[in-house]
Every structure is written in C-alpha cells, then in structure tokens.
C-alpha cells in the first residue's frame, strides 16, 4: 500500500515553538515514520514548499491513499492541484484529512459545503473521543467506549459538513463542546476519512489510541488494486 | 392530523413528588394539552392502566401518530401490543419516542438493537442541545446553534442504535458527556423520531425549543393518507 | 412559498419538434403553470438568454425553492451564477434538479463528484418508476409500488452521484437498464432533490404521478423561514 | 478468521433434483469448500438437523462470521436460537445472508421490519447486477459496472427493509424487475450484508464474480479481535 504524506508546513515549524519542539521533522516526518514502521506500506512525504506545491503528478498517481494535513494557508494551494487531487480521489485514492485540514480547498471540493466553517478555540483543553460506531474498521482494536487527549485544539459545532454516510467518532472538550470528529464519506471510487485531533503544537500523533485509528483509517481508505469502472 | 399521546403512568405521578407537581395531570396531560393547541392536530391519550395497556385497536387505528413516553416499567408491556404497534408503524403510523422510552420494547423491535444501553446519571444538571442537521423539518423554526435546557436527567454514550438515517440533535452535559439525542429513522411506511430530553421531574415539555421540537417532529412524523403499497 | 423555475431553453424549443408540440410555452412555462395553480406556491420563470443567464440576484434572494432545468449547454453557466446557486443552497434555498440537469455544474458543486457521468440512450422506451422508500414525502399521495411513463430518454448506471441520503426511486427501462432516479441530499441548510424523469420531447411533466412527485419534492425542500445559524 | 456455514437443509437436497445436481454435498458443502481454501479462513458448517438446530453455543461463540443460507422453513428455527444469533451479531459476529434468507427470522429481528415480504418468480431469468457503490470493499477485485449471471430466481420491489446504511449492488432481470440485492448495516458492534443472488438449483454460487462478492463480504464482516464495549 503506497501511503503519501503532505503537510502544509507554513510558516514552517521552526518558527513555532510548539510545533518544533512536538514534531522535529515536521508532522509529516512523524506521520511518515509512523507508516514507514509498518509492513503493509509505502511512504513518500511532500510539503507545499516542493515542486507543483507537492502535489507531483507522479506521486498522486503512485498513492493508493493520501494523508493531508493543512492549516491557515489553505488558499494558496493553487485550482489546478486541486483538481488533480478530486480527479485521484475520484479514480480510487482514498484521502485521509487532519485536523485543520477540514479548511482545505479539497475537502470542500468534495463535500459540496463550506468545510472550513466551525467554532474553535485553542487553549489545550482537554479531548474526550467517544466511539458511536464501534462496529467500524476504523476503531478496530481500541477496547473502550470513550479516550481522552490530553491537550488539543477545541473544534466545535456548527460544523459545515454533509452528514457523514458513518459517523464513527465524536469529541467533547472540558468546557462543553462537541465536534463530529470521525466521519467517513465515499465519492466515487473514493473513501475519505476526517479526523479533528491533532493540533501541531501539541504531541497527539503520538498517543496511542490516535496512532490506531490513523492507521486503520488509511487501510481502511485503500481500495485496493482492481479497481472497476 | 390524529395524534395518540401514551404514558406508562407508573410509578402514579402522585406518588412522584417531582412529577405531581411539574405534570399535575400526568405527561400525557401536558402533551395532550399541547396537541390539542393546534389547529391541525386531533389528540386522544391513554395510559398503562388503561384497557389493552393504552394500546386500544381503535386508538391505534386512528392514530396518524403515537407519542410514546416509558420508563422503568418498560418490561411490564406484553408482546402482544408490542406486535401491534410494530404493525402499525409499518403501516405507516408515525412514531415520537421520548426520553426514557429509548428502552422500550417497541423502540428495541424496530431497531434491531439494546436501546435500553446507554449510560446516565439523574442529577439536574445543565444541558446543551446542539442542531447539527439545520436543513432539516424538525429543527424548523429555531434560529441557534443550540440551546440549553437547564436541568435535566443526562443520558451518555454508547447508546446501543444503529446509526440514525438524519442526526438532527446531539445534547452535552454539563459534566461533559454526549449523547446522540435526536435520531430519524423509517421503517416500512413508518417514520421514527428519538428525543432524548424530558425526564418527567424537570419541566423541559414547557420549555419552548423543546416544544418546537416535538411539534415539528409530529408533523414531520406524520405520513398522511394515500399510503402507498 | 415562491418557486422559482430555471430553464436551460438551448436550442430553443422553436428549433426542436418535439419540444415545440409537447411544451409550447417552454419547460419553464408548463411548470410555472403547473406550480402558480397550487395555493401556497408563488411562481417566477426565467431562461439562461436572461439578464444573469436567468439568475437574478434578486430573484435567487426571493427564491425558497428552485426548479432547475438544463441539458447540453450546461458548460455555458458562468461560474460566478454556480458561485451565488450554491451560497443560496447552502442558506436553505431548496433545488430540484429534473432529468439531464444531472450535468449541471452546480449539481457537480454540491457533490463533489462528476454528476455528469452516467450511460443513457434516447430511443423513447418504455420506462418504471418503483418506489422504495414508502415512507418518504415525496411519494405521498401515489398508490402504488411502481408506474410506468410510456416514453422518455433512458439514463442508466453507473450515475457518478455520492450515496443518496434517502434513496426513494429507481428506475428500470423496457431493454433492462436501472438508474437510480430519485434521490435526496442536503448541503448546509439546503435540501436537494433529483428526478431523472422528463425529456424534453415527451409529455412527461404532464402525467400526474410525474406532477405530484414534482410538487412533493418543491414541498420537501422548501425548508421555510427561521432559517437558523 | 473463523468462518461458519449454516444451511436450513429442507427439503433434503437429494428430494430436489436441481440442487442435488447443483450442490451434491449441499449449499453448506460447496460454501465450506470455497471459505476452507482461502489462507485466511477456518470452516465449520452446520445444518438445520444438527444438535441446537444447527446453531451451537460453542460454534457461535467460535464464529467471528456467519453465513446463512435458509428458504421455506424459516418459520422453524426456534426464537431461542434467533435470540443467541441476535445477541452473538450485537457482540461483533458478522453475519452475511444468502439469497432467501431473506425472510430468515433473525433479519428481520435485525431489521426490524417484514423482511419476508418482497416479489419473486421462479424462471431461471438472466440477471444483471449493478455495482452502484465502486468504493466498497465489497466488491473489491471486480473490473465491471454491471456482470450477468446466466440463470437465477428473481427478485422484485418493494422489498421490505430499511434503507442500506451502504447500497453496494442492484439486480435487474430479463422481464424487467429491479431489487436492492447487495446491502449493508450495522447492529451493534456487528455487520451485516445481504446478497440476493443464489437460488439452490442454479450454479450461481460458482460464478467467478458471485464468489469474488461473497469472499470480499465475509472479510469486510470479519470485525475481527480487540472489541471494545
């Protein structure tokens, strides 16, 4: 299984403390040891400072399932990778998006909605992840009916999504909020997971219970070769 | 439009300080009274006590749609009114379940699943109901976010549903819990709503987002005639 | 509620036979009667060789539901009108999308998928419409399992649509075709319905199963005032 | 992954001359052969005239998936084994259900609604099935929009389910009928998938395609250790 990372990364990590200090290599470097570390896949990584913005059309056609993670310079990424992007998802590439991805230009793209719209603030509150599909891939090997993360960005409803065809997660924050955290939507031959944690400053990328579903999302997103139509 | 209020009645709301004083003429009284309000709802209700358990043939024949409030006496409802409803459903007859009747036998049959699990604790605490499908008819008419409700019994995940077809509400709790509370589904010619608000010691029927709701979802429950097939 | 009716009207129909004889003020004209003959429906008409191609920002903001229409002169919609649809969809305007409007850029907007992709042939066939959610509002008042509609275009699968929300009609022709024909979606406040059935060279809009699905569906969309967030 | 084969086994395959030929050591027989030749799979199969007819607490308890093949007789199936099936599949067991079992009684537990219901006629028609969800894992491996399958029963609207939390496949036939014959759900911790095609005198159950769908259903069922809840 060929896994692509591609990370934003502006203003590039070294110049927010956090985020250095978390993720080293950048948070596609942590993610891409993370899948470098497992049989069953492939990695390459890609930032928005590379060739064609990252997205290489080589690349795009080599990724069986792409993992995306942007934050505030969602605009910059140009029309036409994104049309690259919807065309590769619609062919079969499963697309993961992090977090602040829910702003990218691809996601909207492809829900039809205004996706960077919810309520947030970020002050490290502390997450609790509740499991409301526990018959789905995605939770697969986590033996409880709720988690906490620590520290994390809060997201919160209203949430400008289409209802997820399965809603597998939910979030509550200290203070009160709640987030459709795990959603899982198909567009054509394409599977497409959203999940909310893992603001860059903090180490949620390392947390086990976040590691499992990560990795299940991305098996589950894999269609596979053989693809019809 | 025939709208059929049921309540299980049992412990007598005499004998419940809380619910005397809050539904001096039951929860079925409440509702009835509100139904009857409406210049398109004709209103009839019963009680456990009542000849065939409240669930006379006639009253259910009548019914465009059955609101339907239990609690613990859940198990006290035999089979055989329990295959009549069910009946009626497929038929057609909408089918509003409040609160406490998420456990009962004719939510649990048409589900497929223990919707008696879920977690909760009965301590009056705040809630907060959150819209999270505003497209949709049962939230018509309310122009939030959310709203709160300030003391209510708390109900938690996992609650033991199938995923509902359109999540309209989730409510959070003061201390921090979730629940799925308001769910749509259709079986048969039938269409269900699950409203989790309205422990009967609190006075969340009064309260007007509330009423909103259940008056959108009677309407929206409503099939109507020309029942095809 | 105020219907507004949006046709395509390329070729003009004066330039089509078929056209010309079956609807001889135009598409717009016989569902603009069809609409302005209801008591609670308010109609204005307006054609892509319009001011705005047709789409007046007034006439938009005046708007609750829009009956759209277009076929192979869908790529001529400037983007800036698909720009200001999907604002107004995503406010709560309701759309019903008829036949070849599948194609239609704003339709591929709210998917996120190539809604143009689908098979079809144009020989007059026979054609059965089977209703396979009884319980839906847009087949309230129809009697039947399934009708016919003498003559029309065929569409068949693979329709490169997302998985409906609420799946409510297929449709299978003479020479064994099968097109999922009535589908519904939402996108923000907005409600979404497709109806494959009607071409413009057959009396299609005329047969009354046809009419009332077309006035259940303006129904069902319109979401109506309070809009809320 | 432990696989059990159940067969309701009446009338006896050898009193039916289509089946005997077809299936000479039965439906449970050939499907035991197909699941015990794939690396991944552990066998059991059981009948109808078994101890606990053919439902065994040990086996059940064993069985991470279930495939189930029963026709007239499914009013015998006592509602205690019904009662261990449905209590097994809320836990985690998937279940796949073949053909007319249909009307099984533990589908319709599930469902919560008439699954029996449906039309059919039995004319060794030629059917069509239609892919319509290309992303599933379902049917994973398949290269077509739509395959035939040269001779089955079949099977018609209205059928009487729930709406597929995923419609992955469509059947038409020769005459012109149309079904939902691929769906899925969830109960619980437990995923469920019906596939229509299969009637016992045909060989259908040794078509490439048919056994591409079965093997990928019974892997996507699989949820496989590490349940939580």
Request: glycine share 8%; aromatic share 12%; with cysteine.
């Amino acid at each position: 299984m060929n896994v692509m990372v591609w990370y934003e990364n502006q203003p590039l990590p070294q110049d927010v403390e956090g985020e250095r200090c978390t993720y080293p290599e950048g948070i596609q470097g942590a993610l891409g040891h993370l899948f470098a570390g497992q049989p069953d896949m492939r990695v390459r990584t890609a930032v928005m400072q590379d060739a064609y913005q990252g997205f290489h059309p080589d690349d795009l056609r080599w990724a069986d399932v792409l993992v995306y993670y942007s934050h505030k310079h969602w605009r910059d990424v140009e029309d036409v990778h994104v049309d690259a992007l919807q065309e590769r998802v619609l062919e079969g590439m499963g697309l993961v998006l992090l977090h602040s991805a829910h702003a990218s230009k691809i996601f909207s793209r492809l829900m039809g909605t205004r996706t960077n719209l919810l309520n947030w603030h970020e002050d490290g509150e502390g997450q609790r992840v509740w499991i409301v599909n526990p018959a789905h891939e995605i939770v697969k090997g986590l033996d409880v009916q709720s988690f906490t993360i620590p520290e994390d960005e809060t997201y919160c409803e209203y949430f400008h999504i289409p209802q997820p065809e399965e809603q597998v997660l939910l979030t509550t924050s200290e203070s009160g909020d709640v987030f459709r955290s795990g959603c899982c939507w198909t567009r054509g031959k394409g599977k497409i997971f959203y999940f909310s944690a893992g603001h860059e400053t903090y180490p949620v990328f390392y947390q086990k219970e976040v590691v499992q579903i990560i990795l299940n999302a991305v098996r589950w997103a894999n269609r596979g070769a053989g693809l019809n139509i």
